[in-house]
Structure formats: C-alpha cells, structure tokens
Nanobody, 121 residues
Framework: QVQLVESGGGLVQFGGSLRLSCAASGSIFSIHTMAWYRQAPGKQRELVAIIIIGGSSNYADSVKGRFTISRDNAKNTVYLQMNNLKPEDSAVYYC???????????????WGQGTQVTVSS
C-alpha cells in the first residue's frame, strides 16, 4: 500500500502565494506520474498540473504562468508552487500518483486526502 500526504494549504489573499507538498510513502519501487487536481464546491475535479518521471510537465490553461509543478524523486515528493493566486483557485487540492510497488508489479493509482486552498478577494 501507498499513502499520499498533502500539506501546505491554507488561507491566502488575492495575489498571494502558497506551496503545496505531497509525500508518498509505503511500498514504492517507482512513481511514474505525479499530479495535482482540484475540486471546488459544486464542480468536477479537474487536473491542475502533471509531471512524469522524466520531468516533463503540463498545466491547465487557467494556471499556466502562475503555477509550477516539480518533484523530488529521491523523496517521492511532488510540489505545487502557486503564485498570483485568485479567488477562483479556491478548492480542495488533491495529490495523485501512479505507482509501481514492486519491480514485477503493474502500476496503481493513488490519491491523497486533499488540502484546502482558500483565496480571499
């Protein structure tokens, strides 16, 4: 089993910054993909940013130029630096990872519990 634990959420003013972290622990051979999703009240969960093991990344159009995703493979941790935050960024942010637990195993998907980000206007 693998656990994903997010941290770094909170309340911030319009234009402020936050840095989210998500640490994976447990039975891990490798992590192929790590990503951040978010879900606002009454809306579907949406992809915010994604990064694969080689370092390539992609972003939702709404956050391009403001958010940066990065990962530390040695620590099995993914980060999301969020700058110039807007009220519409308010949501619960979820960490997602595609993990191979053993060399002979296939990949499995895991989700974190979520961390609240609230941006006041």
């Amino acid at each position: 089993q693998v656990q994903l634990v997010e941290s770094g959420g909170g309340l911030v003013q319009f234009g402020g910054s936050l840095r989210l972290s998500c640490a994976a622990s447990g039975s891990i051979f490798s992590i192929h993909t790590m990503a951040w999703y978010r879900q606002a009240p009454g809306k579907q969960r949406e992809l915010v940013a994604i990064i694969i093991i080689g370092g390539s990344s992609n972003y939702a159009d709404s956050v391009k130029g403001r958010f940066t995703i990065s990962r530390d493979n040695a620590k099995n941790t993914v980060y999301l630096q969020m700058n110039n935050l807007k009220p519409e960024d308010s949501a619960v942010y979820y960490c997602y990872a595609v993990v191979r637990e053993r060399v002979e195993a296939g990949f499995r998907n895991y989700w974190g519990q979520g961390t609240q980000v609230t941006v006041s206007s």
